[in-house]
């Protein structure tokens, strides 16, 4: 674990080297760039030679697509309850992201033209759902509830499979129950690639949506301009700023929970005022860590990824947070302190406010979609959200009388441009002044 102290002069360059991992950046550009390239120039073939390499299991170009009968058939592993809840979730998306669909407007401008913007589903996007050690059933939900409310008619989703090249049962349940019928099971930058250029298997999609682990991240970094991309989710992480109403057990599981994804690359911070208190979460910790089902994935992130973060107040809180822009802010704190905590913490993908709200709550039911920036990119990035699987065009509608009111405002532009073939554009629509 490591340890820092906000006071210290060389703070900010030693916190920004722990988040930034660029140690490993090279290696992940040279291998995720020729996976592409591989891809792009041998389709399926190249895809079937990676899938045997990183994912250890052989399949045909044919076997790739799951068969969509498969899918509805794999609800029966659901048990009742388990089906109401996703569906449960499923509802709570669906609310949430509802509230943020756009609707197309038509108004007069100062010109008295018309103007306006229309918003249009995305045709076509792939849906990244990583699957690690466990079948994020969750990650369905949170993107395909969105495409689905969006408009979207077709919607690729791309999942890694199993050595024996199963995906697991839940997860085909649940993509089901979300209503998508077009799965792949291909994993990693090969699956990005697939998408992206196409495959004689796999119809290129428009836009990729979805988190993953490092390589799948930087894999869509190197794939945007062939085509639309999201947020560039990566690993997860999480970071709790707590003051002397938190409650350590709880801090400590909350942390612990976000190191539990498998990737290996999970970030976790803890940002506090109080040393006994820090040495309180630190025992809780280590004491929950071997009850764990995955505690040896757990406690290495605690031991390499995780870092405590000394401040003097609430005020270095809040610039700790706004540097580090994690993808999950949890604020154990009073709350009278939320107010201001919330108006001046703006980088954050997901900010769970108060003692009762652990991030498992975001992370699962409560609606806004988990796919949130990492690594630190949120400091310019947003969570998924239902606007990213549409896009708009403005409307613009202008007849003689505004035309005239904006003539004299294309002259002068044309003139300081010096385009005069733009200036003759418009007073060729004036001929009697010629």
């Not at 109080?274 to 994935?297: D, S, W, Y």
């Not at 505004?402 to 554009?425: I, P, T």
Request: include cysteine; charged fraction near 25%.
């Amino acid at each position: 674990m490591k340890k820092l102290i906000a006071s210290d002069p060389a703070f900010y360059r030693k916190l920004g080297q722990f988040a930034a991992d660029e140690k490993q950046r090279g290696e992940l550009e040279a291998t995720v760039k020729e996976v592409l390239e591989q891809v792009r120039q041998r389709g399926d073939s190249a895809v079937l030679e990676y899938t045997r390499k990183f994912d250890g299991f052989r399949s045909t170009a044919q076997g790739l697509k799951v068969d969509p009968s498969s899918l509805k058939a794999a609800e029966s592993a659901l048990s009742p309850a388990q089906r109401k809840e996703i569906r449960s979730a499923i509802r709570c998306v669906r609310d949430f992201h509802k509230k943020g669909l756009p609707s197309n407007w038509m108004a007069k401008n100062p010109h008295g033209a018309r103007v306006g913007e229309r918003w249009y589903p995305i045709s076509r996007v792939g849906i990244y759902i990583p699957a690690g050690n466990v079948p994020l059933v969750s990650t369905a939900v949170m993107t395909t509830t969105l495409a689905r409310l969006a408009g979207v008619k077709s919607i690729a989703v791309s999942t890694p499979a199993n050595r024996e090249g199963k995906i697991s049962q839940q997860m085909l349940a649940g993509l089901s129950l979300c209503g998508v019928s077009e799965v792949y099971r291909i994993g990693g930058a090969q699956a990005i690639a697939a998408m992206a250029f196409g495959t004689k298997t796999i119809e290129p999609v428009l836009k990729i949506m979805g988190p993953g682990n490092a390589y799948v991240a930087e894999a869509q970094r190197q794939v945007f301009g062939q085509v639309g991309i999201d947020l560039l989710p990566g690993p997860s992480e999480a970071l709790a700023i707590a003051d002397g109403t938190a409650k350590p057990h709880y801090l400590a599981a909350d942390l612990l929970a976000q190191a539990e994804h498998g990737s290996g690359r999970e970030r976790v911070y803890f940002v506090y005022t109080n040393e006994a208190q820090a040495r309180k979460v630190e025992a809780e910790a280590e004491r929950m860590i071997p009850t764990l089902g995955h505690a040896e994935a757990v406690r290495k992130i605690w031991k390499t990824r995780t870092c405590f973060i000394k401040v003097s107040n609430i005020s270095q809180a809040i610039e700790v947070a706004n540097f580090i822009a994690p993808e999950h802010l949890e604020l154990h704190v009073d709350k009278v302190l939320l107010p201001r905590l919330l108006q001046d913490i703006q980088t954050a993908g997901a900010i769970l406010c108060g003692h009762d709200t652990p991030t498992v709550i975001g992370d699962f039911t409560a609606g806004p979609s988990h796919t949130l920036p990492t690594s630190r990119t949120g400091r310019f990035f947003s969570g998924l959200k239902i606007t990213d699987f549409m896009r708009r065009s403005s409307i613009v509608q202008y007849d003689q009388d505004s035309l005239k009111k904006a003539r004299n405002g294309v002259r002068v532009f044309s003139e300081l441009e010096a385009l005069d073939a733009h200036g003759q554009s418009m007073e060729i629509r004036f001929p009697e002044s010629s």
